[in-house]
């Protein structure tokens, strides 16, 4: 993977975390939103910034199917081993405790 597609992946990354809020933000505040009452306000930001992060996801994922390594992230991420002690080392077998 070169620079390009590494730099690309980080940047979609955190804009979700960081311009998502940014844009739902913005959208409010082209309409004259402070005139409403606070829980109005915060609903609709919280509306807007949900659009915004959803509409964010959808552009990375045609992103993801024409230019996958541009959004390798999300395999980084199926990489990492999951925090915790735990070592498996072979099958693990589940069982149904047997009912009374």
Request: some cysteine.
């Amino acid at each position: 993977m070169n620079f390009f597609d590494s730099a690309l992946s980080l940047i979609t990354l955190a804009s979700l975390f960081i311009i998502g809020p940014a844009v739902g933000y913005a959208v409010v505040s082209c309409f004259n939103w402070q005139n409403w009452p606070v829980p109005i306000q915060h609903l609709v930001l919280g509306i807007c910034t949900m659009v915004a992060v959803s509409a964010m996801i959808l552009a990375y994922g045609i992103l993801w199917e024409r230019r996958p390594t541009s959004a390798a992230w999300y395999g980084w991420i199926q990489e990492l081993p999951p925090a915790g002690k735990l070592r498996q080392t072979g099958p693990v077998e589940t069982r149904q405790p047997p009912k009374k």
